[in-house]
């Protein structure tokens, strides 16, 4: 019930901006695909496959990612900082860990909404995209996982300066060093591995290569784990937010 | 009932409230007075868990407060200093969102949102979103919105403030209303003339430290019933009397203008704390 109650704010919003939140999502996958599908994909390919092939699970991961980072990232800081309307959150009877979950799932729900126009416009470049459930567990494992950090983000950072900062030297760089854009392997060994590790770099592997790989599972398990870790780091985060 | 005791709140070295004790009963009208950073918000934020206490304990009917405590928070009314509205979302829009994070049912819920907003005198502006009222407006549906559960106290943080006078009486009105209901006011205020109005009680914080506690007429007839207030050498002096005799006589020895009028609670104020109000 209380759960429901901070989604529907959430979704009365998007109600509300449906249009300028569809159109911000899809100016900038649409460029990538431009640029990187359309562009290079049929002259250049990684391995086996057409670069197209091999670029949309890397954009769609990237997207999603910042999506679910940013909408909750800047409407908790907003909230806190601005409109005041994070502490009629906590004076209120709803528990943080409710609150924190409910708030997460708002926050990859939109990241998933993301995913989900950038697919629509990829088929019109590409239409050999397998959709499977797995293909969509991992996405929304990793609409999750950068939700809880987006969530976490924003109780913990003062400022609209500070969370600029955060979105470029993290976010940023992770959208372009974790497999997306092109493969790990052209990195020196250690630098592979530290980026291997990373949650999105683990999307990535996972959309790319499908159920088809024998230790498919794995990708997802330690999103999961990520999950989990974040997920808890963030209830504890708000519990004691001032 | 409210139970404070002995809490102080430090930031970083700081003390904006300082060993504070104070019980506010069921139905009371309790107002806290203090100038511009006395700590009034600093305590209203403590109460409502928004602030962690340095040292001390706060009670409600018995029970130490929590930021988890979901019965405690649902016996409370809170009015912030500022709005906590959603101002994207509609006025009727920002109280159904209240009633649903206060878990009240649906019927009930759609109910209570159109007595509030006749209450406050909001029904033809449900529509508008919160972000375009103003000021006066904001203040109105924040307090619609507090009681939108039934609460059993009110938190109200300097509710008045930045109001044009009819918007001032109307909140008093307000106010008043809901202490016959039965409910609990605790207010918070820098005006001495609106404690005095509506309180039953008023505790005087300053510096974080509760200076004077007692009924305003009490108050007032212990600083002396008259005052003599004249403008010299650059200052306004005051001096207070018991009768209206004494404070005449004095005032003839005087060689400027003057006035002699019945002493408020800021003169009580100024008599304790030998300063007067900056707001
Ligand atoms: N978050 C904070 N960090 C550091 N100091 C703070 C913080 N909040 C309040 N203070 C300090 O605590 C003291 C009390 O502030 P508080 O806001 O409680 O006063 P107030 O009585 O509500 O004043 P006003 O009438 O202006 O609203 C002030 O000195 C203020 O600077
Ligand atoms: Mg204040």
Redesign the pocket.
């Known amino acids: 019930m209380r759960f429901n109650a901070v989604l529907w704010k959430e979704w009365i919003v998007f109600r509300r901006k449906w249009l300028s939140i569809t159109m911000s999502a899809v100016v900038g996958p649409l460029l990538y695909l431009i640029a990187f599908g359309w562009g290079l994909g049929n002259t250049v390919s990684v391995g086996e496959v057409s670069y197209t092939s091999f670029v949309i699970p890397g954009i769609i991961a990237m997207n999603s990612m910042s999506t679910s980072f940013g909408v909750i990232a800047n409407d908790i800081n907003i909230s806190r900082i601005y409109g005041k309307t994070f502490e009629a959150i906590m004076m209120s009877p709803i528990q943080m860990r409710t609150f924190t979950v409910a708030r997460v799932t708002g926050g990859a729900l939109r990241g998933l909404y993301t995913a989900t126009i950038i697919l629509l416009v990829s088929f019109l470049f590409h239409r050999d995209i397998t959709i499977d459930a797995y293909f969509v567990i991992v996405l929304v494992l990793n609409c999750f996982v950068f939700s809880a950090i987006g969530f976490i983000a924003g109780i913990l950072i003062n400022s609209h300066a500070d969370m600029a900062k955060v979105t470029s030297f993290v976010i940023t760089p992770m959208s372009f060093l974790c497999g997306t854009l092109f493969p790990l392997d052209r990195f020196p060994k250690v630098l592979a591995i530290a980026f291997e590790s990373l949650p999105l770099t683990q999307t990535v592997k996972a959309l790319r290569s499908g159920v088809s790989d024998p230790s498919y599972l794995m990708s997802p398990m330690i999103l999961a784990i990520y999950l989990i870790v974040f997920m808890l780091l963030a209830i504890r985060i708000c519990r004691r937010a001032? | 009932m409210i139970s404070y005791r002995n809490v102080s709140?430090k930031?970083?070295g700081?003390e904006?409230?300082s060993d504070f004790s104070l019980e506010i009963e069921n139905g009371e009208f309790f107002g806290l007075l203090?100038?511009?950073?006395?700590?009034?918000?600093?305590?209203i934020?403590m109460t409502t868990t928004l602030?962690p206490i340095t040292q001390g304990e706060i009670y409600v009917d018995g029970e130490p407060i929590d930021r988890d405590l979901t019965a405690i928070k649902q016996k409370f009314g809170i009015v912030p200093?500022y709005s906590t509205l959603e101002n994207d979302l509609t006025a009727w829009e920002n109280l159904e969102l209240h009633g649903r994070f206060y878990g009240i049912a649906k019927n009930t819920r759609r109910e209570r949102i159109e007595e509030l907003l006749e209450f406050t005198e909001l029904t033809d502006r449900r529509n508008d979103t919160a972000g375009t009222f103003s000021g006066g407006m904001q203040r109105k549906l924040m307090i619609a919105k507090s009681l939108m559960h039934g609460p059993q106290i009110m938190l109200l943080?300097?509710p008045t403030v930045g109001l044009d006078a009819a918007s001032r009486r109307k909140i008093w009105d307000l106010m008043r209303r809901m202490n016959e209901d039965g409910l609990t006011i605790f207010l918070?205020t820098?005006y001495l003339d609106e404690a005095e109005a509506l309180c039953s009680r008023v505790g005087m914080?300053d510096l974080?430290k509760l200076v004077m506690l007692g009924n305003p007429s009490e108050i007032i007839s212990q600083t002396g019933k008259f005052a003599l207030e004249y403008f010299k050498e650059g200052t306004t002096h005051q001096e207070l009397f018991e009768e209206k005799e004494p404070a005449m006589e004095a005032a003839k020895l005087l060689q400027c203008d003057f006035k002699i009028r019945e002493t408020n609670l800021e003169d009580a104020f100024i008599l304790i704390t030998n300063k007067g109000f900056g707001?």
């Open positions: 001032e | 709140k930031y970083n700081l904006a409230v203090g100038p511009n950073g006395a700590g009034k918000t600093t305590l934020r602030t200093q943080d300097e918070t820098h914080i974080g707001a």
